[in-house]
């Protein structure tokens, strides 16, 4: 298995509603990636965890909260976003044990639209 | 500090015509780099990466990059391109942080196949 499965596909939601995303790997892989992408630019890392644990936020609104249940599972918590979050939200995994193992394997991504 | 410049933003060719996609890349320790696929509304796949070893790299649909250390460049080549290679293109580069290591991606190349 080297998928990675997120859900939603399609996300629409209000400004103050709360919703999560979800991102599942079975690869035994320790570090999951959430990367936003707006149209015609390249993804935008937001939080790294590694083995389990938040290693890296990259300075990302409170109004996005990540959480990691276990070591297959990702979620994104959204609360109160605004439209300009609207966005691609990407999903990835890899091995997380040295810069070789950095390949990233991607979901399809939650296409998140913020009315 | 790592970086990746992609030079082209587009890049149209015609079907069965050869193509490259130029990356450059900055770096004052090792690099391991990749290139990736994004199809419309997909998420990214792996083409091919180099971590080590031979220069040239081979990947999956055709592609080859070849690893320049002189020239600081990784450039991605595919000698007879079809309509269905028509999609972004991202270079990136394994960047080393306090807590292990994320990917850092190029702006991005279109490449548009024409018939």
């Known amino acids: 298995d080297t998928e990675v499965t997120q859900t939603p596909k399609h996300l629409v939601m209000g400004m103050t509603n709360k919703k999560s995303l979800k991102c599942e790997q079975h690869?035994?892989?320790?570090?999951m990636y959430w990367y936003k992408q707006k149209a015609k630019k390249p993804p935008e890392l937001m939080f790294v965890y590694s083995y389990e644990k938040l290693s890296i936020n990259e300075s990302v609104p409170s109004r996005f909260s990540p959480e990691c249940p276990n070591s297959s599972l990702l979620n994104l918590h959204l609360h109160a976003l605004q439209p300009e979050d609207s966005a691609l939200y990407l999903c990835a995994s890899s091995q997380g044990r040295g810069p070789s193992d950095t390949e990233a394997f991607f979901g399809q991504g939650t296409r998140l639209t913020v009315v | 500090a790592q970086s990746v410049t992609q030079l082209d933003s587009q890049v149209p060719v015609f079907e069965e015509a050869p193509v490259e996609l130029r990356c450059n890349y900055s770096s004052s320790v090792s690099v391991y780099l990749f290139w990736y696929v994004q199809y419309p509304n997909q998420g990214l796949q792996l083409l091919l990466k180099y971590l080590s070893g031979s220069t040239l790299v081979k990947g999956i649909n055709g592609f080859e990059a070849e690893f320049n250390k002189s020239q600081t460049s990784f450039h991605l080549r595919k000698p007879s391109v079809h309509i269905s290679d028509t999609a972004e293109y991202f270079c990136?580069?394994?960047?080393?942080?306090?807590?292990?290591?994320?990917?850092?991606f190029g702006a991005g190349t279109r490449l548009f196949v024409k018939a």
């Open positions: 690869m035994g892989h320790r570090a």
């Open positions: 990136a580069v394994s960047r080393v942080y306090t807590g292990g290591f994320k990917t850092i």
